[in-house]
């Protein structure tokens, strides 16, 4: 069965400081990893998605991804309250197709003002 | 406005009494999928469709159809509805094209089946 874990949480920061969320997979063959933030009662929304090694930044968010070791992280710099939320990895699932994800279960972060 | 449209939002039914959840996306997406979310499990994947008339269960398909007659339209239907089908529910679509391409989730139904 291919799995996508998480780390429940919940994660706690304080504002400002940097938020580390990972996420750990077990499909060596699966090529892109997304990242989708998830309110809660709301649908999720896609922050990020990566598929090189090495990281990638958007604004106050970076996605690094390492997969010789089937981990994939997203770090938050500056976080703010509004960051309160679940924050779900998906892994496409190969051979099937590009287009199927496999969600972890989320983890939950918490920015204390 | 781009978007995926799910109804009903809400729906409180009783065991056995066949329901359809509907989908619909004005993206002309060729991607769409059906997930359930259940607490500490996650988003699971139902049935997803590549194109027209192109269905493929997904990891939890028992008791559950779907169809694709139409490019924009994917409905889930429960002949048959359980309690264990008691869920919070996403419809999902993506151009296809190209393994980045992010998949748009509707606003979620959640069923209640008593």
């Known amino acids: 069965q291919k799995e996508v874990e998480q780390n429940s949480g919940p994660l706690s920061v304080p504002e400002g400081a940097i938020a580390s969320l990972n996420c750990t997979y077990s499909?060596?063959?699966?090529?892109?990893f997304f990242w989708y933030r998830q309110y809660s009662g709301k649908s999720p929304e896609l922050i990020m998605f990566?598929?090189?090694?090495g990281d990638k930044e958007d604004g106050r968010f970076t996605a690094q991804l390492n997969k010789a070791s089937q981990y994939v992280s997203l770090l938050i710099r500056d976080s703010q309250p509004s960051d309160s939320a679940t924050y779900l990895c998906?892994?496409?699932?190969?051979?099937?197709?590009?287009?199927?994800?496999?969600f972890g279960s989320g983890t939950r972060l918490l920015v204390r003002p | 406005e781009a978007q995926v449209t799910q109804n009903p939002r809400y729906l409180i039914t009783v065991t056995g009494k066949k329901l359809t959840v509907t989908c619909s996306q004005n993206m002309n997406h060729e991607y769409m999928s059906w997930y359930r979310q259940d607490p500490g499990l996650g988003l699971r994947q139902i049935y997803y469709?590549?194109?027209?008339?192109?269905?493929d269960k997904g990891d939890v398909p028992e008791g559950y159809k779907v169809s694709r007659k139409e490019k924009r339209n994917f409905p889930l239907i429960l002949e048959s509805p359980s309690p264990n089908q008691t869920s919070l529910y996403f419809c999902?679509?993506?151009?296809?094209?190209?393994?980045?391409?992010?998949?748009?989730f509707g606003d979620g139904t959640r069923l209640s089946i008593l």
């Open positions: 469709s590549m194109n027209v008339e192109v269905t």
């Open positions: 999902a679509s993506s151009s296809g094209r190209g393994r980045n391409q992010p998949q748009h």
């Open positions: 998906a892994v496409t699932s190969p051979p099937d197709s590009s287009y199927k994800l496999i």
């Open positions: 499909d060596r063959g699966s090529q892109s």
């Open positions: 990566i598929y090189s090694n």
